[in-house]
């Protein structure tokens, strides 16, 4: 598994390629569970809680969902060489919706 570093003032999150089942597991969530999904994806994805991205600013986000595009290339770029473009556009998209983060009518609170 690929996993880079991203580094936002002193918040430092590691970014980490999904499993052909995390994928599967993602693309299974409707869209009506919105909180869910996001908290998903950052679960699988990343080493933060979505609560720790509401102080960040979208620039700043916006690296993370980069960073969460590039690693998981690989899938994407075999998907769109057997002529799975909706699959790949599936998951790019699924990964670009952590800004809809703002947009949640409630997160969990943190336990820890």
Known sequence: MTDEKVTIDKLAITVNELTMQQ?????KIDEENATTSVIK???ATT???ASELMPLKPSEIQGIVDKMVEVNTPFLSQQRA???DLAAEALEKLLRSVCMIAFLPSLPQDTE
């Open 47 to 49: 080493n933060i809680k």
């Open 23 to 27: 994928i599967a597991d993602l693309m």
């Open 41 to 43: 994806l950052l679960e």
């Open 82 to 84: 057997i002529g799975n």
